[in-house]
């Protein structure tokens, strides 16, 4: 087995041994709320991101182990080990290659603080960052969150920008390019029983380079929340509707046609 792989299913088979409770739940998988574990509480989560569809021969799967603890009453923070595996045709964007697969083992550290409760207040308003470092790249994303819950229905919104650092060596020369994503994501999510919600959630996705728009996309799918006494789970499948920058209705040079999110987790 891969060495990054072995560190990362030893990581998660550590984890997974400790004692279970209750949960918290999230009711979406792309779009945040603002709710945070109270101080002490700890839990365990799990993703599995599968992406399909390009111009060429491609596959991922992202998965992530984060544990999460609650700071203080409105603050809460995670550690992440990420792990990437992905096959795709060694010709780039032309067909007709030979399979070629690559890993990546990475890392992050999640901040997030409520400002206002979405039930209590007129509206649910929260800060979120993260920071992410993997061999060759550095990441900082920020996030304004809101949400607003009405009995058994929920509505969320996030505002997120993304700085990346990619860095290469070019015949014994460090070069770094750097992109800047925006995305805006929106979900609503109905309580169907007391452990059962569904709902959709819409991203709009862009990439900025030397300050011009490059890539710019719509996804949107269904999402689907089960939540039970000491774990919780959902799924979201996010299809590419439509690309704003070119010709082509979609844009299957920067993003995968397919992509669905399964999030795992359990209190500890």
Do not use: C
Not at 164 to 183: C, F, I, M, P, Q
Not at 185 to 208: K, M
């Amino acid at each position: 087995m891969h060495s990054s792989r072995k560190a990362f299913f030893l990581l998660f088979m550590l984890l997974v041994g400790i004692s279970q409770s209750s949960a918290n739940e999230r009711r979406f998988v792309y779009t945040y709320e603002t709710s945070v574990l109270p101080p002490g509480s700890r839990e365990i989560e799990t993703w599995n991101t599968y992406r399909s569809g390009k111009n060429f021969f491609s596959r991922r799967l992202d998965q992530r182990i984060e544990y999460e603890f609650g700071v203080s009453r409105d603050l809460m923070s995670s550690i992440y080990l990420n792990y990437g595996m992905k096959t795709e045709d060694s010709n780039g964007d032309e067909p007709g290659g030979n399979s070629t697969s690559s890993y990546e083992l990475g890392f992050s550290n999640e901040w997030k603080y409520k400002i206002s409760d979405r039930v209590a207040d007129p509206i649910g308003i929260g800060l979120y960052g993260e920071f992410t470092l993997v061999p060759g790249e550095v990441e900082i994303e920020g996030k304004l969150l809101f949400d607003k819950e009405f009995k058994d229905l929920l509505f969320a919104f996030n505002g997120v920008v993304e700085q990346e650092w990619e860095s290469e060596v070019d015949n014994g020369e460090t070069k770094t390019a750097r992109e800047l994503k925006v995305e805006f994501d929106l979900g609503t999510s109905y309580l169907l029983t007391s452990r059962l919600s569904a709902g959709v959630e819409i991203r709009q996705h862009n990439v900025i380079v030397d300050g011009e728009v490059e890539h710019s996309t719509l996804f949107a799918g269904p999402v689907i929340s089960y939540a039970a006494e000491g774990w919780w789970a959902t799924i979201a499948v996010q299809p590419q509707i439509k690309s704003f920058k070119g010709s082509t209705t979609l844009d299957l040079a920067e993003y995968e046609k397919f992509q669905a999110r399964l999030l795992f987790s359990f209190h500890i």
